[in-house]
């Protein structure tokens, strides 16, 4: 059984930072791309980052570049989020997902997702 756990999230002033962690259990983690996505109240959940299996390969939103870094580390099943200078628009439940395949920012073509975790920044 595949689960893929968030952590990290929380209350944050604008301009401050957070890192948020995702545990993967129950598939091969490095032969997956990993992604996070986000949800903010009344809107549609949007592609945020992604990397590669080996980690080589990062892709991001451009309203994230330069502020947010994805990273992951196969020997502890985990794909972390790095957020600096977070915005009062940042605030959503951020989500991971797996996906046995090349690089996407599509959620349609993750198999796996978390449950997500909330992320507020005040303004």
């Known amino acids: 059984q595949v689960q893929l756990v968030e952590s990290g999230g929380g209350l944050v002033q604008a301009g401050g930072s957070l890192r948020l962690s995702c545990a993967a259990s129950?598939?091969?983690?490095?032969?997956?791309?990993m992604g996070w996505f986000r949800q903010a109240p009344g809107k549609e959940r949007e592609f945020v980052a992604a990397?590669?299996?080996?980690?080589?390969?990062?892709y991001y939103a451009d309203f994230v570049k330069g502020r947010f870094t994805i990273s992951r580390d196969n020997a502890k099943n985990t794909v972390f989020l790095r957020m600096n200078s977070l915005k009062p628009e940042d605030t959503a439940v951020y989500y991971c997902?797996?996906?046995?395949?090349?690089?996407?920012?599509?959620?349609?073509?993750?198999?796996?997702w978390g449950q997500g975790t909330q992320v507020t920044v005040s303004s």
């Open positions: 990397i590669s299996w080996s980690g080589g390969s990062t």
């Open positions: 997902a797996a996906r046995s395949g090349p690089i996407s920012d599509h959620e349609r073509r993750y198999d796996y």
């Open positions: 129950g598939l091969t983690f490095s032969s997956y791309v």
